[in-house]
């Protein structure tokens, strides 16, 4: 059954749903982060190269990125109950099939491209679903679901290398179908929801269905425009972090500790800056920009860090810079998502997600060895970290394309500005709706 409501509910059952999402981040994003401690023991058992084998985690975040609309589009038409539930399925049966494998072609089908499958159905609905519950809260309430990824992480790196060591790759990944087997759970948790901005009936057609329409109003199009050259940066320290670090003279622990300083301030400035976000003090788009600037700036302090004199130091300018981006880099992660109701409408942010999913991809894709290629030719990442920077740079510049993005200079008309789950750039309804607590009106102006 579907509940219906007068508005966004704001809490209620959309905690219960946020745990989900927060499952659903960890059995997903996690995972694939450590899935990188099987590499080595894959290449020694089919006598293959690193590169061969790192193809496995790069189809498999490929196609759970680039997959993401699809996703979004089957949970437009059946509900995100049903596809996360079968992404869960999916995934699970990608490890099992991927534990009797005989040739890294079976690899690349069962963990690229199954379980890769089932991640895509299962993220971008349970993101999406997260966004309809919550108004007044929605920003804190995704970047709490997003803090999954860094929590699994912490779980499973050390989960998985006492598995490797006692059962084997086979072994470990058999026990990794029955984890993943949880996002079915997850799944059954998300319950239907009715709001007053949804569609009165599914969108006919692949491309409606996909939400390609969404491409024809103009904020959305700054959004994604600037979203897509974020990606080509915002992904590669994830990447080439830790190798930076031990360019720059660290040793293997100090280069550990660099990855962890960025990954503890992430984690933590995604729920700050949810709860800020919340406070309804700046516009969301203000915010989006400023952080994706801080990113940027983080990133070229990075890549600009002097060499150490000796492995045993702690590198002190390195560890700055690196908790200063990852600070920053948490506090955009979740404006990405939460901003997305106020252009396109509660009713299009399901098949929003999924296409911001995919656009980040494409960038994702492309960033880490563009990075790589310039450390070939210029024997560090210097290169690397400055490309990355002025991606990222230029894509917060595209954000200020975006209603709200910049100070207005003089007062605004006294109607009220439409409440976020109708969208932006939809007119101004005559009688407006709002849950009880809804978001603080705030002055505005405008040119």
Known sequence: ?????????????????????FAVNGLSYGVLRSLGLALPDLAEHFDRSAQDTAWVSALALAMQQAASPVGSALSTRWGA??????????????????????????????????AGSGWALAFAPALGTLSRYFSRRRVLAVGLALTGNGASSLLLAPALQLLLDTFGWRGALLLLGAVTFHLTPCGALLRPLALPGDPPAPPRGPLAALGLGLFRRRAFSIFALGTALIGGGYF????????????????????????????????????VC??????????????LAVFGALTGLGLLAVGLVPAVGSPDSWGAPLLVAAGAYGLSAGSYAPLVFGV??????????????GLVMMLMSL????????????????????????????????????????????????????????????????????????????????VDAAC
Do not use: N
Request: charged content about 10%; overall charge neutral.
């Open 274 to 287: 949810g709860w800020l976000a919340d406070q309804g003090w700046v516009p969301l788009p203000r915010l």
């Open 236 to 271: 590669i320290p994830y990447v080439h972090l830790a190798p930076h670090a031990l360019d720059r003279g660290l040793g293997g622990y100090g280069a550990a500790l660099v990855v962890a300083v960025a990954a503890v301030g992430d984690s933590g400035a995604r729920l």
């Open 363 to 442: 960038g994702g894709l492309l960033g880490p060895p563009l990075s790589g290629f310039l450390r070939d030719e210029t024997g560090d990442f210097t290169a690397s970290f400055l490309m990355c920077s002025a991606f990222v740079l230029s894509g917060s510049f595209i954000y200020m394309g975006l209603p709200k993005a910049l100070p207005s200079c003089r007062p605004a008309s006294p109607l009220p500005p439409p409440p976020p789950e109708m969208g932006e750039l939809l007119p101004v309804p005559k009688v407006v709706l709002l849950p009880p607590g809804g978001p603080h009106s705030t």
């Open 1 to 21: 059954m579907t509940p219906k409501t007068a508005g966004v509910p704001d809490g209620g059952w959309g905690w219960v749903v946020a745990a989900a999402a």
């Open 340 to 353: 997305l109701p106020g252009l396109v409408g509660i009713g299009g942010v399901v098949q929003a997600t």
């Open 81 to 114: 109950r049903p596809v996360v539930m079968a992404g869960g399925v999916l995934t699970s049966l990608g490890f099992v099939l991927s534990a009797f494998a005989r040739s890294l072609l079976h690899l690349y089908l069962g963990l690229g491209l199954l």
